[in-house]
C-alpha cells in the first residue's frame, strides 16, 4: 500500500499544536479552552476533507467514521487536550496517525470490513478537572451522566455543563451524537513518553500491559515556630519527615521489579524561609506492573509514613486518592500488531507502558492494544518533547495494514 506522506503529518501535527502556543514554546491546550475549540474544530474540518461522518457524544469527544462493510468497529485515536506547556506529540500524534491510516485506505480505494474510526479524546491528562482518562471514562461507562456533576474545575463548573457547552459550539458543523456502540477492537498509537526505545534503536514496542497506578495525598502537621530559636533537638518538623518518608519510599521500589515511586509535589505551611513550617502536604505517586506488588509497596509506603510521623512526634493524614489496577492489553491485537511490523521488516520490542493512557479504559470494553513509537531522549509533557516523522508515518502503514486486514476477524 503506497501513499502515507510524512510531509502531510508534519504539517498536520505543526498545524495541531499551533492550538494553545504559550510563551514558553509549548502547547497548553486544556480540554473545552478556546484554544481547544478550535483545536476540535480544525479536526472536524480534516475528517470533513477525508469524506469522514463527524459525531461527538455527551462528554464532547470527537469522532471521525469512515463505514465499513460488516457490523463491527475497528477504533483508534488518542487525546487532543494537552497539560500546561507540554509537547506537540503528546495524544496529538495517535490522531495524526489514525487519521492518516484512514487517509491512505480510502485513497486506494479501500472498503474497509469494520467500520473504521478516528477517536479524540477530551480531558486524558486530567488538568481542568483533577481527573484522567475522562473521556474514554465516558465511552467505556466508567463515567455516567450523573457522576460528570461531581467532576469540578478551578470555576467551580462541573465537567457536565461545561461539556455541553463544548458540544453546542461545535454541533453545527457535526452530523449528529456518536451512534455506534462498543469497539470491537482499538488501537492506540502515542508516543513512548520515555526513553527505552530511544536507546535501543528499535523502531517500535507493543506493550503486553500499563501499570497499575496510586495516586495518594500525605499531611504531615508539627509545630510552627522560629527558625532561628528553635533547637534542632525540640523541632517538630513536618518536612523533616516527608524527607524521611521519601527516603524510605526510594528503598522500598527497589525491592519491586519495574516499580516507581515519586513525590512530585510539595507544599509546606506557612512557606516562610525563616519558619519552621507546621504543615506539609505531599503527593504520592506510586506505580507498578504487578498488581500484588504495588499493593505491598503501597502498604510499605503508607505504613512508612505513619511509623515516621509517631518517631517525630508529628500528627499524620492520609487522603485517599485515585488507584487503577495493571491493565493487560490484548494478546490476540497484539500479535496481529507484530505480525504486520514484521512483514514490514520492521523491528520492535515489548515492555509494560509507565503512564496512563486511554487505552485503560477501552480495554475494559473490547480487546485493546498500543503500538508506542520513540520519544527523542525520552522527553514528554514539556515543549522539548519529540518524535520524528518517520516513525510516525511507519506507525500509520501497521495501522492501516491492521485496518485493511480486518475481513475475517472475531
Known sequence: ??????????????????????????????????????????????????????????????????????????????????????????????????????????????TPHSNTVVAAFVEEEGASFQAALVGSAYLSGRLTDEKMTSLIDDDGRNIGDVARDFCDRISPYLD?????????RAVEVHIEQGARLDRSGMDFCIPPAIVGTSMTEVEMTGEMNHAGTTPMDIRRDPFRGTVEVASRLNGHVKKFPGAVGTIGRVILDPNVANVVPGKVTFSLDIRGPVGEDLKKLIDLVIADCHCVAEEMDLGVRIKGGHSEPPTDLDPILRKRISE???????????????????????????????????????????????????????????????????????
Open 1 to 110: 500500500m503506497r501513499g502515507i506522506s510524512e510531509k502531510r503529518m508534519e504539517r498536520e501535527l505543526e498545524e495541531l499544536g499551533g492550538f494553545g502556543r504559550d510563551g514558553s514554546g509549548g502547547i497548553t491546550r486544556l480540554s473545552y479552552s478556546p484554544s481547544y475549540v478550535e483545536a476540535a474544530l480544525w479536526l472536524i474540518g480534516r475528517f470533513r476533507e477525508l469524506g469522514l461522518k463527524v459525531f461527538c457524544d455527551g462528554i464532547g469527544n470527537i469522532f471521525g467514521v469512515l463505514p465499513g462493510e460488516g457490523d463491527s468497529i475497528f477504533l483508534s485515536g488518542s487525546h487532543l487536550d494537552t497539560v500546561k506547556s507540554g509537547g506537540v506529540f503528546d495524544g496529538a500524534a495517535g490522531i495524526i496517525v489514525a487519521m492518516e491510516a484512514v487517509r491512505i485506505v480510502k485513497e486506494q480505494g479501500i
Open 176 to 184: 449528529g451524537f456518536y451512534p455506534l456502540g462498543i469497539p470491537s
Open 340 to 410: 504486520a511490523m514484521d512483514k514490514r521488516g520492521w523491528s520492535w520490542e515489548e515492555f509494560p507502558s509507565g503512564a496512563g493512557h486511554d487505552a485503560i479504559n477501552l480495554a475494559l470494553i473490547c480487546p485493546t492494544a498500543m503500538i508506542f513509537v520513540p520519544s527523542k531522549g525520552g522527553r514528554s509533557h514539556c515543549p522539548e518533547e519529540w518524535t520524528e516523522t518517520a516513525s510516525l508515518a511507519k506507525a500509520a502503514q501497521v495501522l492501516a495494514d491492521l485496518i485493511v486486514d480486518e475481513k475475517g476477524v472475531k
